[in-house]
């Protein structure tokens, strides 16, 4: 807007140093008035659309930012889901596993024992 405005004050004192310096009749300077008038009016509409359209770019390319961080977030979410439900189910197999074993060493402990308490009774004979 700082734009706009100095060049509104540079219209407006360009047209009145021209005005005074310039010995004319009330009708041609009139008509002087109009003319820079609607000119000034043609520029002031003109940078208005300029400034909205400048806006509205600026909130599409805020709101297609947003949209994107929003897809990525979304994303990020969605995977670290799943990969907790793969590490869960991976710490279920896993403790499965881990029981499975432990109960075959339980029992090879069981045969070990009972096979070394036949060996000692049968040279402790």
Do not use: Y
Request: charged letters at 40%.
């Amino acid at each position: 807007m700082g734009k706009l405005f100095k060049l509104i004050l540079a219209t407006a004192g360009g047209f009145i140093a021209g005005i005074l310096m310039a010995p004319k009749s009330g009708k041609e300077t009139r008509d002087d008035l109009k003319r820079k008038a609607d000119e000034t009016k043609e520029q002031v509409a003109l940078r208005t659309e300029q400034a909205k359209a400048a806006a509205s770019a600026a909130a599409e390319s805020v709101k297609s930012g947003a949209k994107s961080v929003e897809t990525e977030a979304r994303g990020m979410a969605k995977s670290a889901k799943e990969s907790a439900t793969v590490m869960r189910d991976e710490a279920g197999r896993l403790g499965e596993e881990a029981k499975v074993r432990a109960g075959r060493v339980a029992e090879d402990v069981k045969a070990t024992s009972k096979k070394v308490e036949r060996d000692v009774r049968k040279n402790v004979k």
